[in-house]
């Protein structure tokens, strides 16, 4: 049985998930808060598996009240967010830095066409979590589990530096967030990005990663040609590739791992040519999505690296590379990052860069 705890300041809204999420014979309601100081004290006495919580309540906000049982007693935390604008995104993003795992929208009322869908997306959602180890914020020293190859090595081979490409699913965003900081001052490789998101979010997660990386963080068009110097994220309902010639391929297929857009259509819609000068970085995330085509990448002379257990929030798809025997480093995010920038060094110039 999942022991859920439903925090919001509305009545309205707390009676609505707690109705969607009690309809779940595997659920628990253990309480309901109206604030965040009661959410923290309850979170204490009750100690949930799951906390739904909301962003904007009296007395202490959201954010503030994440940031306080991460610290307290550590919880997996699912922000239900309201509504999609600027400032409640911002808010979304600033909660997941605070230790939240995932962001979901707040499901609708059962009169509207939507509920179905939007409430089962809820349960899948918390289900899930139920499922996730808390990390705390891991320090920067924080030491890898095992390594074939040192970043050292990385920047050392002999190849012409093309692209850098990322996966990642729950406890991703943050994780991102840390790396594209690391290579934040002068890094010149085109970055491709798929993280498993729910619709919506995306813009406010493209700005929220912006103000870490200090360069363009933008999401990926159809047929755009790739900078150097710019972060792309795979859009909404969206299967990403990248071409032989370095542009953006966006189509709408048949799901993989259940996921569009997908690790493994990324991975693999490298060209086997591009492969020496790429490398590829798998992190946190439940199931297998881009564990074999990382291998693949591998095989063909990629440099591939995936998050370490420790610092992973949830280690299905890494731990699954490494069982597939795809990765040539386990790290830790900084060290992730430390690794990419070294790899850049051997920058192909015929890289364009960003506003040439």
Not at 66 to 88: F, Y
Not at 292 to 305: D, F, S
Request: charged letters at 20%; proline letters at 6%.
């Amino acid at each position: 049985m999942i022991r859920v705890m439903v925090v919001d300041d509305s009545p309205t809204v707390r009676e609505l998930l707690v109705q969607i999420l009690s309809s779940d014979p595997g659920m628990e309601i253990v309480g309901c808060a109206a604030d965040g100081d009661e959410a923290v004290l309850m979170a204490q006495n009750t100690k949930p598996d799951v906390i739904t919580m909301d962003l904007h309540m009296p007395n202490m906000d959201g954010f503030e009240a994440t940031r306080r049982i991460m610290q307290t007693c550590p919880t997996p935390i699912v922000i239900v967010s309201g509504n999609n604008d600027r400032d409640e995104m911002g808010a979304s993003f600033h909660a997941i830095e605070a230790g939240a795992l995932v962001v979901v929208q707040r499901p609708f009322g059962p009169g509207n066409s939507a509920y179905h869908q939007t409430s089962a997306a809820l349960i899948r959602t918390v289900k899930a979590m139920a499922e996730v180890k808390v990390v705390r914020r891991w320090p920067k020293s924080a030491p890898r589990d095992r390594s074939t190859a040192s970043a050292k090595e990385v920047g050392a081979a002999s190849r012409l530096r093309k692209l850098v490409a990322i996966g990642a699913s729950t406890g991703g965003p943050v994780v991102l967030r840390d790396i594209l900081a690391e290579l934040s001052y002068g890094y010149a490789l085109p970055i491709v990005i798929v993280q498993h998101m729910s619709p919506g979010f995306l813009g406010g997660f493209s700005e929220w990663l912006s103000t870490a990386a200090k360069f363009p963080v933008a999401v990926a068009e159809h047929g755009a040609l790739l900078a150097g110097g710019t972060a792309y994220l795979a859009p909404d309902g969206f299967q990403l590739g990248v071409t032989k010639d370095l542009h953006i391929t966006l189509s709408r297929p048949i799901l993989e791992h259940g996921m569009a857009p997908s690790v493994s259509h990324l991975f693999r819609s490298i060209h086997k040519d591009l492969c020496p000068g790429t490398a590829a970085v798998l992190l946190t995330g439940m199931g297998k999505d881009g564990a074999l085509e990382l291998r693949w990448l591998k095989e063909n002379g990629a440099v591939t690296i995936v998050q370490d257990r420790a610092t992973a929030a949830v280690y299905g798809m890494p731990g699954e590379a490494i069982r597939q025997d795809a990765a040539q480093m386990v790290l830790a995010p900084a060290e992730i990052g430390k690794a990419l920038r070294t790899f850049g060094q051997g920058l192909s110039t015929r890289v364009p860069l960003a506003g040439n």
